[in-house]
């Protein structure tokens, strides 16, 4: 990737992942998307059991179900995208968070611009920062654009390096990354994202590529250096160097 003759900011970028890190997993959203999901697969003509199977390969071999279905079934990712995540009954499962808008009101934006960042539409990815109430605090959004066939999402390179280009940033160790998922995290690790954190709520249950998972974590960081967290307090002292008040 090259990022000559752009306009760069100098500032970090604070990346928050949404899903399962800006709400809690105990929304029950993950098990609510993953019947839906699920049901999908069943409509185009699967069984139950074709249907798990090719939900969890799809997960685990592109980081998103839909990927899988663009690209080998010719699924139309907008039609998946209003049966799944915009059927989701999202102001039932979710209620604004004032502790959450705190933290991030509480960032320093003259040093770091906060963006989000998701493998979700940029329609169910606004939805929920509207009902968080934060919406208004997050500068750039950066989502897989299901207009596109053939739309990139984490972990792909690909994702990573559009969010840059999108943001105008040119040194990777400036950005700052969140997210529930490792490997998302292990993948923006891989390529130089400077400060990435593993969002791990221990004991919940989520649902990833229509299997069940519990979450745990295994001490404060993993063998690559990436920082374990169980609740996003905790970046006010990993990341405090962007909080207001601090000293750089």
Not at 28 to 35: E, L, P, V, W, Y
Not at 37 to 44: G, N, P, Q, R, T
Not at 201 to 206: A, N, P, Q, R, S
């Amino acid at each position: 990737m090259t990022l000559e003759n752009i306009e760069v900011d100098d500032r970090h970028i604070i990346w928050l992942d949404i899903d399962n890190t800006l709400y809690s997993a105990s929304s029950r959203i993950s098990q609510a998307m993953g019947k839906r999901i699920h049901a999908y697969f069943v409509d185009l003509g699967w069984s139950d059991e074709e249907a798990s199977e090719l939900h969890h390969k799809y997960y685990t071999q592109y980081g998103l179900a839909l990927r899988g279905l663009v690209k080998h079934h010719d699924v139309d990712p907008l039609d998946f995208d209003r049966k799944c995540d915009g059927s989701l009954p999202l102001e039932e499962m979710i209620k604004p968070d004032p502790k959450l808008r705190k933290l991030l009101e509480e960032i320093d934006t003259s040093k770091a611009r906060i963006w989000a960042l998701t493998n979700a539409y940029q329609t169910h990815a606004n939805r929920v920062l509207t009902i968080l109430g934060i919406r208004d605090l997050i500068e750039g959004l950066i989502f897989c654009d299901y207009s596109d066939p053939a739309f990139s999402c984490k972990p792909e390179p690909a994702f990573f390096y559009n969010a840059m280009r999108l943001a105008k940033i040119s040194d990777p160790s400036r950005c700052l990354f969140v997210d529930d998922s490792r490997t998302n995290v292990e993948a923006a690790k891989s390529l130089g994202w400077g400060r990435c954190v593993h969002f791990c709520e221990h004991g919940l249950e989520v649902v990833e590529g229509g299997k069940r998972k519990q979450l745990h974590s295994e001490g404060t960081e993993t063998p690559t250096g990436v920082k374990i967290i169980t609740n996003l307090e905790e970046l006010r002292d990993l990341w405090s160097e962007f909080f207001k008040g601090d000293t750089p």
